[in-house]
């Protein structure tokens, strides 16, 4: 039976929502130091200018940081990337990610002082290129959820910052796990879990980290040491951090670095996700799911607007633009299909654009609209084309559908 083909209008596939900032939610899931590519790496130390404020506690991440850099450059956790890509500094000299630590006074504990620290640092014309600013905390979080003052004391006024410096991108942070004081800590933790959640704000979930090992085992009742207990304020029964070390090769599956007050393997998985939080924020540090990089071929980021509006008048979101790789200013060609190669099975033709996904979408019932997606392909920069895996007898409209990954 020689097949009869019906062509849809070629469909947009989204991937989420375009409207406003997404949060973005670091934790024991991102400590995987092989999820980031040196393109990811590269953009990051291109695009960020980190200020961080801490005290003993938060310099496990960049202690961690630092330890990270020959590891890599050995191959640790078999990595194959260009040499010293993990290297920071404050100015980013060399090509290293600009991160200038202990940049803000003690840490976010000490309130009002690190407000005040904080508006000054930012009204300081010398620093002027900081997009970034991350607090970590010591041992006050916990008191300030007894006391009631976790919200006076630190989210509101991070929520402060954010409105008075909107270019600033204000890194949220859980405290480090508190054995001794185990209900208020986890409490603690939850409320600035869900105020970031909710409120599509930036986290580093610190503590988080601290529940879990490298496998993604979580330990209920821990300490800031890593050690394993049988209860909150109860008696240690191990330490996950010195057990999994001691289970694995130093050097191949974690290395040597200072971790102040904790394990080695504390630092590796804090910097592991140090490194997550970067590669995200310097790929869309303003969080509306449209590639800055795209953003600033077009114009730069605040032409867009957080992807809802629609810049050319075209009909098209913004965001709908950057998933098709269409031109946002103008209202001329957009993402279309070519042709029909009348082939059994059957072909659509188009053209590509990397960094996005296109998939064959067939209909055998055009008014139930009933589309499924055949196959799908990498885009890759030319005329490419899909076909239809199996041979069709009958009727089947197509379209194709473009996502980004």
């Known amino acids: 039976m020689n097949a009869r083909v019906g062509i849809s209008a070629a469909a947009l596939a989204c991937v989420a929502a375009a409207a406003g900032a997404a949060p973005v939610l670091i934790d024991h899931r991102d400590a995987d130091i092989a999820q980031q590519t040196a393109a990811q790496i590269d953009r990051a130390k291109a695009a960020l200018h980190i200020a961080y404020g801490h005290t003993s506690h938060g310099s496990q991440l960049t202690e961690g940081m630092a330890g990270l850099v020959d590891f890599a450059n050995g191959g640790g956790k078999g990595l194959a990337l260009p040499a010293d890509i993990f290297a920071w500094n404050d100015g980013g000299s060399g ?37 970034v600013v991350i607090w970590s905390w010591c041992g006050q979080m916990d008191d300030k959820y007894e006391a009631g003052t976790l919200t006076n004391e630190y989210l509101a006024p991070m929520a402060a910052f954010e409105r008075d410096y909107p270019r600033v991108a204000f890194v949220y942070m859980t405290g480090h796990v508190d054995i001794w004081d185990d209900a208020d800590n986890k409490a603690a933790c939850a ?30 009742y821990v300490n800031d040491d890593c050690g394993v207990y049988d209860g909150a304020g109860g008696t240690e029964t191990g330490n996950w951090a010195i057990a999994w070390q001691t289970s694995h090769v130093q050097g191949v599956d974690w290395y040597e670095c200072s971790a102040a007050h904790s394990q080695p393997l504390n630092g590796n998985l804090k910097a592991y996700a140090a490194w997550a939080l970067w590669c995200r924020l310097g790929a869309d ?80 019932d055009l008014e139930a609209g009933s589309w499924q997606a055949v196959t799908s392909r990498p885009g890759t920069g030319a005329a490419m084309r899909l076909a239809d895996p199996m041979a069709l007898h009958g009727v089947r409209a197509y379209g194709v559908g473009v996502s980004v990954p």
Do not use: K
């Open 95 to 131: 090509g290293a990610l600009d991160l200038h630590d202990y940049a803000l006074c003690n840490d976010v504990g000490y309130y009002p002082d690190w407000v005040v620290c904080t508006s000054n640092y930012l009204d300081d014309p010398a620093n002027a290129d900081v997009n």
């Open 191 to 220: 409320a600035i879990r869900a105020w970031c959640a909710t409120n599509d704000r930036i986290l580093y979930d610190f503590n988080d980290i601290e529940h879990h090992d490298p496998d993604g085992a979580y330990y209920e």
């Open 285 to 364: 540090r303003d969080r509306d799911e449209i590639a800055d990089a795209w953003e600033e071929r077009h114009g730069g980021m605040e032409r867009f607007g957080g992807g809802a509006s629609d810049c050319d008048g075209d009909g098209l979101t913004d965001w709908e633009e950057y998933v098709q790789d269409s031109e946002p200013t103008n209202a001329g060609p957009r993402f279309a299909i070519a042709g029909l190669v009348p082939t059994n099975p059957p072909a659509l033709e188009f053209a590509s654009s990397t960094g996005r996904v296109y998939s064959l979408l067939g209909c055998d």
